[in-house]
């Protein structure tokens, strides 16, 4: 009896050891071991931009499934997304993020409590300052320096409080941290919940950094002549988005008072900036550099695009800049299976991501094409040839390449593209097209079967073609089981990219399932001996008693 008793003390503390080894297998290590496969790119210029692409994350919602188990699959899905983006984010820690739409499953008939659940929820799994938690570096090594309105902040709004708590509990302790905006110091009290923001950031930066406080003390002050738009609202946002009402007014601005040497910049949603030369965001920089010894100075804003308040600080050299792109998918705005597409989904999508439709970054432009909406991207110059220095790359969620219609004939005309990134085929595929777009089209499949960890190499001063790069899904929600990362390099001429392959998560949940089979095979086993044990003395009882009898 002892013998049996200490048996199965034994068993349950296999089982035990099992399930923990398979726990921290499936959970943490094969995460690790995978990264071990991805391909490191080198940048041979000394001027290289990395650039991450995202394609098809489709955050689970809460209306199509509403069974008991929905829940758990949106606990999970996440858990894996938010794990396998963290490490592409330490492995390139890019310039440029492209999200290449699908971000929501249901994003195109949620209400609006739901929209920004699922919003909460993908700012949570893609948060891009957290890449910064595993480089190896002192705190005062490192600073990052945020903008306020429209990156901390929706538009106009106060910071969410996960927002807030994941700065202070866990960028704080590993970095400096710094705030910069156009705005005064009353303002961001306003937006960032009031003057504790003093003693939280190393930083404060009001007024583009012409009000300098460290520590909670002011230790500078220049003045500024600024101009703020008095109209307010959404409304002008859109119309401005459609019309480009800021635009003309900076660019007769320019005209009228040429002789006058004062930078004019578009900032937030309904403003623009007027200042002297030099009095941009960059001037902080000038505080920084001889108040500390930074190795690193990030930057993080929205109005990144040439025009924008935050332009200068961004393509600074003094700093590493860091830029998300939006482009909507049928799940976020509609336009699949015929689903209507309305403008309030489109504006709805474009207010909450601050999308716009071209974006720069040094040498490079990048446009959006819309194949949903029918919208074309006008660059504000002729497009220059493919053996140009600028680049051009169009972002798409569908393929452009692969239909052949006049959409696809006037985008190319217009941005005479040297690369076209896609997504919502869910596989890595290439196209490649002739300029005259008679061949028969064919997609091929990249990063695939022996050349799947392989970095491929294109050059981008071939005139003769089109390239569109299909990039895979990093979800495997739907269905896949190749699914990942798109890492880009512009070196020079040249663009280097392969795919960052992520762990199949089928195979995962295969082995949690073959454990539970184990283990319930074994519980049936003891029961049956359990109860064999049991019929057995209770037939011998019976037989003891009847020879008595």
């Not at 990395?50 to 499934?65: K, N, S």
């Not at 040249?494 to 195979?507: A, Q």
Request: with cysteine; net charge neutral; proline share 4%.
């Amino acid at each position: 009896m002892a013998f049996r008793s200490i048996s199965l003390r034994s068993g349950r503390r296999f089982l035990g050891i099992i399930a923990l080894a398979i726990v921290f297998y499936n959970e943490f290590l094969v995460y690790k071991i995978q990264s071990l496969t991805w391909k490191s790119i080198p940048c041979q210029s000394g001027n290289c931009t990395r650039i991450l692409l995202v394609a098809d994350p489709q955050l689970i919602g809460q209306t199509f499934d509403t069974s008991f188990y929905n829940p758990i699959a949106i606990y999970d899905s996440d858990r894996y997304l938010k794990k396998t983006f963290r490490e592409v984010l330490d492995h390139t820690r890019p310039h440029i993020i492209p999200f290449l739409g699908d971000l929501f499953d249901e994003g195109s008939v949620a209400t609006n409590d739901e929209y920004s659940s699922y919003l909460r929820r993908f700012h949570d799994i893609f948060h891009t300052d957290s890449s910064i938690m595993n480089l190896v570096m002192k705190r005062e090594d490192i600073l990052l320096l945020f903008d306020v309105d429209g990156t901390l902040t929706p538009p106009r709004s106060v910071i969410d409080p996960t927002i807030e708590s994941f700065l202070y509990e866990r960028i704080k302790p590993k970095a400096t941290i710094g705030i910069v905006g156009g705005a005064d110091l009353e303002k961001m009290f306003e937006q960032l919940n009031g003057k504790k923001i003093l003693q939280e950031f190393d930083y404060v930066f009001p007024e583009n950094g012409l009000v300098q406080i460290k520590n909670g003390q002011e230790v500078g002050k220049e003045s500024l002549i600024s101009h703020l738009a008095g109209a307010r609202g959404s409304s002008f946002a859109e119309y401005d988005r459609k019309h480009g009402v800021r635009e003309k007014m900076i660019q007769s601005l320019r005209e009228e008072f040429a002789d006058v040497d004062l930078t004019y910049s578009i900032g937030g949603q309904i403003s623009f900036d007027i200042f002297p030369r030099g009095w941009d965001k960059t001037y902080c920089l000038n505080f920084v550099e001889k108040d500390g010894n930074f190795k690193e100075i990030h930057f993080f804003g929205d109005k990144t695009e040439h025009g924008g308040n935050d332009y200068e600080i961004f393509s600074d050299s003094r700093t590493i800049g860091h830029k998300k792109i939006y482009v909507p998918g049928d799940n976020d705005i509609g336009g699949e299976n015929g689903e209507i597409v309305t403008p309030t989904k489109i504006n709805r999508f474009r207010s909450t991501f601050h999308t716009q439709h071209t974006y720069s970054w040094h040498n490079l432009v990048f446009f959006e094409a819309n194949r949903i909406t029918r919208e074309i991207p006008q660059p504000a110059t002729p497009p220059a040839p493919p053996y140009s220095s600028q680049r051009r790359f169009v972002l798409s969620h569908m393929s452009l390449l692969f239909y052949n219609d006049g959409f696809q004939e006037r985008v190319l005309q217009y941005v005479l593209p040297h690369v076209i990134f896609t997504g919502h085929m869910h596989r890595s595929l290439f196209i490649r097209k002739s300029l005259k777009l008679t061949e028969f089209t064919r997609a091929h499949p990249l990063n695939a079967n022996a050349e799947r960890y392989m970095v491929n190499s294109f050059d981008l001063r071939e005139p003769e073609t089109f390239l569109e790069i299909m990039v895979p899904t990093c979800s495997y929600r739907m269905g896949e089981r190749n699914i990942g990362f798109g890492y880009a390099v512009l070196d020079g001429d040249d663009l280097l990219y392969t795919v960052l392959w992520s762990v199949d998560r089928f195979s995962q949940l295969f082995l949690y399932l073959i454990y539970l089979l184990v283990c319930f095979i074994i519980l049936t086993m003891k029961l049956i001996f359990t109860c064999s044990i049991v019929a057995t003395r209770k037939l011998q009882r019976l037989r003891i008693t009847y020879t008595k009898v």
